[in-house]
């Protein structure tokens, strides 16, 4: 099984920052990665896939980068909605995987 | 409008079966694949199990393989997740996802496995 990893576990941040966020699969995924938000009590919401492509509807301030093993997500102009949880994805293999999350918050 | 709605969830005994579906709405349902991932209370998610748009393909997580079953009616716009041998560890909220990157989402239906 691909194993998906998370940097960091948590970060806190002002209204304003850029956050970046890695993802590192186990083994080479090529671009089938995708990028999730999760906000409490509510379900996930997709926001990129193959690795930078956008969602439609997403706000262009979420924008994703890499390819084998190395992916980010980069978050710019953070606002108050934009604080929550946020998950990788790998559906190159199967069993598909999720990567342990990164929870954004307020400083 | 797109929908998924889940449905289904409830509370049952360990060694309990339950059906869960998920009715999809403002798309082709058809021509999709899709997903159930859960997520167990505080905790991420997990994929759970992945059939295609015609059904010829299945995939399951280890977790719960020999003891889930997806299918989906295409004629209906549904799709199914037959859960027998239930354990406390299947204790989640369990979402219907579509498509190979889980574009869309429903809202979520809970699964409560307790004596």
């Known amino acids: 099984d691909i194993q998906m990893t998370q940097s960091p576990p948590s970060l806190s941040a002002s209204v304003g920052d850029t956050v970046t966020i890695t993802c590192r699969a186990s083994?080479?995924?090529?671009?089938?990665l995708a990028w999730f938000q999760q906000k409490p009590g509510k379900a996930p919401k997709s926001l990129i896939y193959?690795?930078?492509s956008l969602q439609s509807g997403v706000p262009s301030k979420f924008s994703g980068s890499g390819s084998g093993t190395d992916f980010t997500l980069t978050i710019s102009s953070l606002q108050p909605e934009d604080f929550a949880i946020y998950y990788c994805y790998q559906y190159n293999n199967y069993p598909r995987t999720f990567g342990p999350g990164t929870t954004v918050d307020i400083k | 409008e797109m929908q998924l709605v889940e449905s289904g969830g409830g509370l049952v005994k360990p060694g309990g079966s339950l059906r869960l579906s998920c009715a999809a709405s403002?798309?082709?349902?058809?021509?999709?694949?899709m997903n159930w991932v859960r997520q167990a209370p505080g905790k991420g998610l997990e994929w759970v199990s992945f059939?295609?748009?015609?059904?010829?393909?299945?995939h399951y997580a280890d977790s719960v393989r020999g003891r889930f079953t997806i299918s989906r009616d295409n004629a209906k716009d549904s799709l199914y997740l037959q859960m027998n041998s239930l354990t406390a560890e299947d204790t989640a909220v369990y979402y219907c996802a579509r498509g190979g990157t889980g574009d869309f989402w429903g809202q979520g239906t809970l699964v409560t496995v307790s004596s």
């Open positions: 403002g798309f082709t349902f058809s021509s999709y694949n």
């Open positions: 059939i295609s748009g015609p059904s010829t393909s299945i």
């Open positions: 193959a690795a930078s």
């Open positions: 083994q080479g995924i090529s671009n089938y």
